[in-house]
């Protein structure tokens, strides 16, 4: 949707577009909508013009049709599989996080969901020799134990060039977040930095932060920002085959934070939870949503100084 | 080309939103190009308030990091990693403390104590308040401190003999090392404590809000305490959600300005207890689950017979651990339980060797 705007088909002229918006006529939308007969009556624009406008808009503003077997191969060709560090988990996960889906991590407090992003960096740029970018709205990232996943895992030759391949964003408020959002795209649209070229993985940590001050009251705009948020992380993730990966709360007895409007939004959502009955560096992963998997698989996993893996 | 961004993700009032997408004013592409009393035309928004809508909009679609408030661009972990190497934390004048949170208290973070009446998290405070003026040739950070007190428990007095023991210790360690003496006195340890009473949540709320322009004016400072969090927030809230609310929002303007003026944003939080079906009842730190997530870092201060302990509860960098402190006359100190191994590390033993003086 958009503003009828001058030269937006050849036939819209200045003049054209100034006469349709004294009829009321501002957006395509409302071109569409109204009745063209008694519109060029009121404008005293030629009917023929109008129709002709109307129908260059329609097929400028469609979508259209994909055969399901080129769609299959683009998809076959553009998307790729992220291994996380932990073998056990990618079985539950078929393979690992999938490009052009948003995956959800949840878990209470100090359960591990900045440990598993920060692994999942290092995991990216060594096996998948990929970029990542870690938007970081709560203060929690922690490049010193960035470091010391990536020494341990892979020595100290590697350690620069794990580091330089993820770069770091701070947006403490959800406009900043867009704000975030939008340049990353911007950079990826333009392709003046080949950083961003072999980008793979987004990571937004944590969500919640940036959403829960808008959210619930008699404001309804906290709502929509959300809506407007996921949308915009959706897109991401689709147009160029990325892998975003967003952190959540969980509160109270396994309750995941945002509510139903938001449990739409990830493909896949991960919980992430400490065991009563375990040592104190063990975590248990549950799957709950998923598109292409059965739910409800479980596996454990610990995090040591090597970050997360398979937990025996 | 330039992508397109909706004019409903950038920030403008709700009311003003509404009537730029009834006028068909959508992506920042619309807006480009029109002058203020154009668009007031166009929409019916006030004429200044217009100029500001096309301000905001348009100088974010030239370049995103122009505008002042834009968020900061992006860096590399590597350039991370050397700024977090290069922020010195403060210490606290345990040791053991100190190592478990990796060196002391950090800056650019939220760091929050948690625990039961008389455990010692005013006292914390208070050390911290203290620690981050060492001057710079004994290791300290030559600072001030902001301390926003909302329960009422700052003593002054108490504040006077950890600034003599600091001060002490600092001119013995200069006669050892051979340093200028009086560099650090009571007077002036006092004198770099900013000092906030808060009656109620408003002030409380009012007081973060104002903060980033009095450090502005005090550049010197480099540690935010309040003491504690809680008291405000767990009496007379009908609405819970409200409370949440404001808490978040709380916690983002700390960590805005923790990172912005890179300063350590130290909290203090009360315990309350939990029953779940099934279980004994335990106690938890107060303020609900989703006011947890807020802080980087969240030590649980706890008794154990006689014992006073710090248990490091939730940290991106370290891991979970668990050591004992003792609160003298002094301040917060190590315990030491066996004979203090001699090592040449002269700011290892220091405390202990104070400990022993004034106590």
Not at chain 1, 119 to 135: E, G, P
Not at chain 2, 39 to 68: M, W
Request: net charge negative; with cysteine.
């Amino acid at each position: 949707m958009s503003a009828v705007r001058p030269n937006l088909c050849p036939q819209l002229s200045e003049d054209v577009v100034s006469k349709l918006r004294s009829a009321g006529v501002k957006t395509v939308v409302d071109l569409i909508k109204t009745d063209l007969e008694g519109l060029a009556l009121e404008t005293s624009l030629p009917y023929k013009d109008l129709v002709i406008i109307r129908r260059l808009l329609l097929a400028q503003f469609s979508t259209f049709p994909v055969n399901c077997s080129d769609f299959y191969l683009t998809t076959i060709a553009s998307s790729s599989i992220i291994p996380t560090p932990a073998e056990k988990l990618n079985e539950l996960l078929d393979g690992g996080l999938y490009t052009s889906e948003v995956t959800e991590i949840a878990g209470e407090i100090s359960s591990g969901k900045t440990q598993f992003c920060l692994s999942l960096c290092v995991s990216v740029v060594m096996k998948a020799r990929q970029n990542v970018v870690f938007i970081d709205t709560c203060g929690g990232f922690s490049a010193d134990r960035l470091a010391e996943i990536a020494e341990s895992l892979y020595g100290e030759e590697h350690l620069e060039h794990i580091l330089q391949s993820v770069k770091v964003i701070e947006a403490f408020d959800i406009f900043h977040l867009m704000t975030a959002l939008q340049t990353i795209k911007d950079k990826m649209v333009k392709k003046v930095d080949p950083f961003y070229d072999t980008l793979k993985l987004l990571v937004v940590d944590s969500i919640t932060a940036v959403i829960y001050p808008s959210l619930g009251g008699q404001q309804m705009d906290g709502h929509g920002l959300m809506v407007q948020l996921s949308l915009k992380l959706r897109h991401l993730a689709a147009d160029f085959s990325l892998c975003v990966l967003v952190v959540n709360n969980v509160i109270g007895d396994g309750k995941v934070s945002l509510g139903k409007t938001w449990s739409h939004v990830p493909h896949c959502r991960l919980l992430i939870s400490h065991p009563k009955d375990q040592e104190s560096n063990v975590r248990e992963l549950v799957l709950i949503k998923s598109s292409r998997l059965a739910t409800g698989g479980k596996t454990k996993i610990g995090i040591t100084e090597k970050g997360i893996e398979d937990w025996t | 080309m330039q992508s397109q961004r909706e004019l409903c993700s950038f920030p403008i009032a709700p009311s003003h939103k509404s009537k730029l997408t009834s006028a068909g004013f959508l992506i920042t592409e619309d807006l480009k190009h029109l002058k203020p009393s154009e668009l007031s035309k166009e929409t019916g928004i006030g004429l200044e308030e217009c100029l500001e809508i096309l301000k905001l909009v348009c100088s974010e679609s030239v370049d995103g990091s122009k505008r002042n408030e834009a968020p900061k661009p992006a860096v590399s972990a590597l350039e991370r990693l050397k700024e977090e190497q290069s922020l010195p934390p403060i210490i606290t004048f345990s040791e053991g403390l100190d190592n478990m949170l990796g060196g002391g208290v950090p800056l650019c973070k939220i760091t929050e104590f948690c625990g039961a009446p008389g455990v010692g998290k005013t006292q914390m405070c208070m050390q911290i308040a203290v620690d981050v003026q060492i001057p710079s040739q004994f290791g300290g950070l030559q600072g001030e401190a902001v301390y926003i007190d909302t329960e009422g428990s700052f003593i002054v007095e108490r504040l006077v003999d950890i600034a003599k023991a600091t001060v002490d210790h600092c001119n013995e360690m200069a006669r050892l090392e051979g340093f200028k003496e009086g560099e650090i006195t009571v007077e002036s340890v006092l004198s770099g404590v900013h000092f906030y009473r808060c009656h109620d949540y408003v002030e409380l709320l009012a007081t973060v809000h104002l903060l980033p322009e009095f450090i502005k004016k005090h550049p010197k400072i480099k540690v935010v305490l309040v003491d504690s969090v809680a008291f405000h927030f767990r009496h007379d809230f009908d609405d819970l959600s409200l409370r949440t609310r404001l808490l978040t929002t709380m916690a983002q303007s700390f960590i805005k300005l923790a990172t912005e003026f890179k300063i350590a944003i130290v909290l203090t939080n009360q315990m309350t207890t939990k029953f779940s079906p099934g279980e004994d009842s335990r106690l938890v730190p107060a303020l609900g689950e989703s006011w947890g997530h807020a802080s980087t870092i969240r030590v649980i201060l706890y008794w154990e017979g006689q014992k006073r302990w710090a248990w490091l509860y939730k940290s991106p960098s370290k891991k979970e651990s668990r050591v004992p402190y003792q609160i003298t006359m002094g301040g917060v100190r190590d315990i030491v339980t066996f004979p203090a191994d001699n090592s040449n590390d002269q700011s290892d033993d220091e405390p202990s060797s104070k400990r022993q003086k004034v106590s």
